[in-house]
């Protein structure tokens, strides 16, 4: 399975976009780009995920390179609700398990 | 509509004992999924049934295991429990098929004493 890159921790202030960068430089032609986020004591999950172009929901958007070497999960209001671990996985389309990294702590100031 | 729901939510063993956590997924949702997360490994991959039948397999021992129902409910087993088996237990449902998203439960908290 291909591996993803997070930063360990990122910061944002309320109300503030956030962009939360993910490389995956070995990615495959049928590797999906999917985004969890786990609250604390919960259990993840699902925010979105993309293939090849860039996708919209009513929890924040994707942004996929043109070469699907890297991705950006965007936040465009941060709130303190979305505190929380974002795990970038690829997921391959024959494939039905997620394989989770160690994923960002994002951090949302008041 | 309903989440996915597991039970129990807590539960507290003893080494060298055995356990079983259930799995009902979302209504209509054919796939269920397993995870451990532990602070150490995060989250790893259990397995995944579909339809009755395992699909896909981690990297665990043969002490996990688990069966999906009729109904698509699905429950696992660890026997001879081990102080490592301390985690927290996801499961995830989902159509299973297509590239779409899991949805998770809250988990069951297993602790081993």
């Known amino acids: 399975d291909a591996k993803t890159t997070q930063p360990n921790s990122m910061e944002s202030n309320e109300e503030e976009p956030v962009h939360l960068p993910c490389n995956h430089s070995t990615i495959s032609g049928t590797d999906y780009i999917h985004w969890y986020r786990q609250l604390p004591s919960q259990g993840p999950e699902y925010v979105i995920h993309?293939?090849?172009s860039n996708v919209n929901n009513r929890m924040a958007s994707l942004a996929i390179a043109e070469d699907r070497k890297s991705s950006t999960l965007i936040l465009h209001r941060a709130t303190l609700r979305d505190a929380a671990v974002y795990y970038c996985i690829l997921r391959r389309d024959s494939s039905y398990k997620l394989i989770f990294g160690s994923g960002t702590r994002l951090l949302v100031r008041p | 509509k309903a989440g996915v729901t597991q039970t129990p939510r807590y539960l507290i063993k003893t080494r060298g004992q055995q356990v079983t956590l259930s799995c009902s997924p979302i209504?209509?949702?054919?796939?269920v999924s397993w995870y451990q997360q532990t602070p150490g490994q995060g989250l790893q991959f259990l397995f995944e049934?579909?339809?009755?039948?395992?699909?896909n397999k981690g990297n665990f021992p043969g002490r996990f295991s688990g069966r999906q129902f009729s109904n698509s409910r699905s429950e696992m087993n660890v026997s001879t429990l081990e102080l490592g088996d301390s985690a927290l237990y996801l499961c995830a449902s989902s159509l299973g098929q297509g590239a779409g998203g899991y949805t998770f439960g809250s988990g069951t908290r297993l602790t081993v004493v």
């Open positions: 049934y579909f339809s009755e039948t395992q699909r």
């Open positions: 209504s209509g949702h054919r796939s």
């Open positions: 993309g293939l090849t």
